[in-house]
């Protein structure tokens, strides 16, 4: 049976509130769900109308089933694997702009739209030159914003409660003040009036969010059986992990407009300092532990996060670097960060889940200076000495960028420059305790990456080297248990 709203019966028509740029797996299975529980326990009454941010898209597969499609939440809950589903019947209707461009126009000047949220990907918000008000639509998201506000602007004659609240869920640090940013810019451009801008400042708000939901998308492999399970053709599931979390710089007045945090949900309100504290602490437990983890683990013969937990010296490594070595030396309640960790690991457990340590360790020369070198370093400021696990991590991801596990070889993808690197002080080794020393300075002297030169660390050179060696001769297990 199709799903649509003639086969799922009796559901509720609701005034489209929130205007939703992204029409994709997580805004669905983590912004709409959150919606839908906000209608179903508060009462919030808003439909969602979701605009596709680019011309090509699922618009016609969301109009096809009315909106309605699925969500699977599996995961661990206190110890124990949980699965659950339920329907999303929140979205109305989903727009292409860009061959809908008059109804699109219509719905941004509704009097009923108090919302905007947004997740057109780290490359949404992003300046583009060139564009003007008379394009229809905009090519960026930036520009598509700007043009809405000021139509919304002058429609409603500068009405203070016709501002809109905009909550950007982009994995960019600071989204919603980088999209304000750019869309003051092109206002200036587009030669708009003062009164136009301090509309913006006081009857508008640009919500910077941080959003933790695991979502491996349209469960491809088993949508029959889902299909069947369900009673339904829904060609739009969408499953994600149980555990959901989101951090939303806002003041008083969209907390209160905006009650996520009184639905029963992980949902907090914060001002900038406190979210800054928190994402410094999802960084370094929820990110560091995988980044840290990632070559020791594949080293080691471990494909996959949750097998990698389940193995005793491996799952002992990540959780005692994370105990012992990360949390201990981030700033704050510590009895908290215990805790907060605990839940961090549990997810890593997810027997519903395969996480695939080859595609977590794209861009992990990166990652390990912004997610674990701040461990290290305040390990080393703290206490004078070096953390051992991290030590070795460091070790384990030179040698992973070496591209050889036993007698297999495997791609290595990040950066040119970074690849570059590795192919010359590795093509430059020739087996000897002095050639290795160079290369171990080498890889800790790359400032583009490190933004400093390690090996300014005292011990912390002659550390990795010992490790790295111990990793060519004995091999990374071994090694490990050494510890």
Not at 23 to 30: D, S, V
Not at 229 to 244: F, R, T
Not at 459 to 464: K, N, R, S, W
Request: hydrophobic share 40%; with cysteine; proline share 4%.
């Amino acid at each position: 049976m199709k799903l649509n709203r003639q086969t799922a019966a009796n559901l509720p028509v609701r005034p489209e509130r929130i205007i939703q740029f992204g029409e994709g797996n997580f805004l669905r299975a983590f912004v709409d769900w959150i919606i839908q529980h906000m209608n179903e326990k508060q009462n919030f009454d808003a439909s969602v109308a979701v605009v596709q941010p680019i011309a090509q898209g699922f618009a016609d597969m969301i109009n096809d089933q009315d909106g309605l499609y699925h969500v699977i939440l599996e995961g661990m809950k206190d110890g124990e694997p949980v699965r659950e589903k339920q329907l999303i019947d929140c979205i109305s209707r989903c727009l292409n702009p860009y061959s809908e461009f008059e109804a699109y126009q219509q719905l941004v000047e509704s009097p009923d739209v108090r919302f905007v949220i947004s997740n057109t990907t780290e490359a949404g918000i992003q300046w583009a030159d060139g564009e003007t008000l008379d394009m229809k639509p905009q090519p960026s998201f930036p520009g598509k914003m700007t043009a809405l506000l000021h139509q919304r602007y002058q429609k409603f004659d500068g009405a203070s409660d016709k501002g809109l609240i905009v909550l950007c869920c982009e994995l960019i640090e600071d989204n919603g003040d980088r999209l304000k940013e750019m869309v003051l810019k092109h206002a200036k451009n587009w030669g708009f009036a003062d009164d136009f801008v301090g509309w913006l400042e006081n009857s508008c708000a640009f919500c910077s969010t941080l959003v933790d939901r695991i979502v491996p998308g349209f469960p491809r492999d088993t949508i029959k059986e889902i299909q069947a399970e369900l009673g339904y053709e829904d060609n739009l599931v969408v499953v994600g992990e149980h555990y959901h979390n989101w951090v939303v710089k806002a003041p008083e007045w969209v907390a209160n407009e905006f009650p996520a945090d009184k639905a029963e949900l992980n949902v907090s309100f914060v001002n900038e300092e406190q979210q800054r504290e928190i994402r410094d602490q999802k960084v370094r437990i929820l990110n560091g532990s995988h980044t840290g983890t990632v070559a020791v683990a594949y080293l080691s013969g471990l494909d996959a996060v949750r097998e990698t937990m389940e193995d005793e010296t491996l799952g002992a490594f990540v959780n005692e670097m994370c105990a012992e070595e990360i949390v201990p030396n981030i700033p704050g309640d510590q009895e908290y960060l215990t805790q907060f960790s605990k839940k961090i690991l549990e997810r890593f457990y997810n027997p519903f889940i395969r996480h695939e340590w080859l595609t977590i360790s794209l861009n992990s020369m990166s990652k390990w200076e912004t997610r674990v070198l701040p461990s290290l370093l305040d390990a080393v400021e703290n206490n004078g000495t070096l953390p051992k696990r991290i030590t070795l991590s460091l070790a384990a991801l030179i040698a992973f960028y070496r591209g050889e596990r036993g007698d297999q070889s495997y791609e290595c993808k990040d950066n040119a420059d970074i690849l570059e690197l590795y192919a010359k002080v590795w093509g430059e080794y020739d087996g000897s305790a002095e050639s290795l020393q160079s290369l171990v300075s080498t890889v800790l002297a790359y400032e583009e990456n490190w933004k400093r030169d390690l090996n300014e660390i005292p011990g912390l050179t002659d550390a990795v080297t010992g490790h790295l060696s111990s990793i060519l001769d004995q091999g990374m297990l071994a090694t490990l248990k050494t510890l």
